[in-house]
Structures are given as structure tokens and as C-alpha cells.
């Protein structure tokens, strides 16, 4: 996941920056001390190695954490009440990325998505935490295959993941397709979830992240190669019958790594 997006955002540079206000937004799952802002918008782009964009900046007082998933700051200090007036600027996401178990039938068929406009009109209030919202891609593992390589004990084993792309246009949706038709040859390493860079309030544990820094940290593993990448799109036909007048595309890949399964 950590790899597609910074692969989207620097070769596509799939990103606006924004400037402006953010309204507070109840919130029943955090301490009820705390007060939610959230923009008009998810998500925050929060990797500082993607040129251009301007990570979450102007927001007043440290006692806040980012929530970059949901585009929101949660401020946690005394000195705020649900009628303060905070205003920031921040990179937003062209395409919300999410891992998702559910099939692609679901997510196209029987999912009825918010969608979340990049070029939205009289803006008056942010967008509520948690829900899923498009334009979005979701990530899938489908299967995995291991097959002998080599006598020892070493196999090649084969990831076979999807992603569904909804997006609104079909500019967006050929963009997406075409950056990734190009991934095939690839590499990225193995990052355990200690490596992950966001914690548990969607806020960067370091205070910042940058991915080819956090790559390079796992870099004497042995890396996982896309070996291919297949895309296709729904035709107009087949869109009459969703929920919402999106437009969908698929990318299949198949990733390989040589490994010994038990070390």
C-alpha cells in the first residue's frame, strides 16, 4: 500500500494543495475533551518525498495530532471549543487509497460511496471521520501460489493483488490505468507493521514520513518485483447499473519473490 501510493503521487502527481477552513465535526470515538476539524476533504498526502506538496501546515498550538486518513486535526488542548476557527493549508489525495476484503461485485455493485468532489462548490462544512469515500482505489490480496525454485527449500512465491479504481471522470479513471500499466519491473521491499509510519490515530509516529527514506531502511531484504500489471475499465454499458454514475477500472498484478518459506 505504502508503495502504490507514493508510485500514484509522484508519477502522477495525483495531489491538489487546498487552503482554508476547517469545521468542527463531532466525533463519539474519541475523548470527549478533545474537539474535531476536519476539512472538506479525504485524505491528507503525508509523505514529505512527494515534490510539490504541502504537508498539513498553519494549523495553530501543538496540542493536536493530524489526522491525515480522514483529513481532520483533532485538537487536544483546553483552548478550543467547537466554535474555534481553524484554517490550514494541505495536500489533498486525487484518489483516497484503502486496503478492503470486500469482493470487486461489492464494491461496485452494492456499495453506495460518498463522493467526495476535489473541485467542491460553497463549501460549509468537513467531511464526516471513518466512512469510505470516492474517488478512491481499493486494494486487494487475491491469492497467493508458491511453487519450487530451487533444492534447499527455496520457492518462488506469487501474490496475485487487485485494485478497484472509482473515480469520477473518465480522465481520472484513464490516468490511473496508464501510470500503472507502466508498473510492471518494479521493485519494493518488505516493510513490517513495526515500519508502518502511522499510528493508531492516523497521526505520523516520527512527526514526519518520507518514503524512500523509510524504504531504504529495508533495502537488504529481498524485494518484491511486479512482474505484471493488467488493467481494464468498465464499459458505459455496465455502469448504468451502479449506485453512482462512477467510472471503474481494475489493475491486476502478479508480484513475485523468491523466499524460503520458514526463515
Known amino acids: 500500500m505504502l508503495w502504490f501510493d507514493n508510485f500514484l503521487l509522484t508519477k502522477g502527481e495525483a495531489f491538489s494543495n487546498k487552503t ?3 469545521y468542527n465535526t463531532d466525533d463519539p470515538f474519541i475523548d470527549s475533551s478533545f474537539e474535531a476539524f476536519s476539512s472538506p476533504y479525504k485524505q491528507f498526502v503525508n509523505d514529505s518525498s512527494i515534490s510539490g506538496a504541502i504537508l498539513p501546515t498553519g494549523i495553530p498550538g501543538d496540542s493536536h495530532y493530524i489526522d491525515y486518513d480522514n483529513g481532520r486535526i ?3 488542548g483546553s483552548n478550543y471549543t467547537s466554535d474555534s476557527v481553524i484554517t490550514g493549508t494541505f495536500a489533498v489525495k486525487d484518489f483516497n ?3 478492503s476484503n470486500e469482493s470487486e461485485e461489492d464494491l461496485i455493485v452494492e456499495q453506495k460511496f460518498m463522493v467526495n468532489s476535489r473541485v467542491p462548490n460553497s463549501v460549509t462544512s468537513g467531511i464526516a471521520p471513518y466512512d469510505q469515500v470516492v474517488p478512491a482505489i481499493f486494494l486487494s490480496t487475491a491469492s497467493i501460489l508458491n511453487e519450487p525454485l530451487a533444492f534447499g527449500g527455496e ?5 496475485r493483488a487487485n485494485a478497484v479504481i472509482l473515480a469520477e471522470d473518465s480522465y481520472q479513471l484513464d490516468g490511473v490505468l496508464s501510470i500503472f500499466a507502466d508498473s510492471h519491473n518494479e521493485i519494493f521491499y518488505p516493510i513490517p507493521m513495526t515500519g508502518h509510519p502511522v499510528d493508531e490515530y492516523g497521526d505520523l509516529k516520527g512527526g514526519t514520513y518520507n518514503y524512500n527514506t523509510l524504504k531504504s531502511q529495508y533495502s537488504n531484504q529481498k524485494p518484491f518485483l511486479i512482474e505484471t500489471a493488467t488493467t481494464s475499465k ?3 454499458k455496465a455502469r448504468k447499473s451502479l449506485a453512482n454514475d462512477l467510472y471503474v477500472g481494475f489493475i491486476d498484478f502478479d508480484i513475485k519473490i523468491n523466499r524460503f518459506r520458514f526463515s
Not at 155 to 159: A, Q
Open 20 to 22: 482554508g477552513r476547517l
Open 74 to 76: 483533532v485538537e487536544t
Open 97 to 99: 487509497v484503502y486496503f
Open 155 to 159: 520457492e518462488t512465491t506469487t501474490v
Open 234 to 236: 468498465l464499459t458505459d
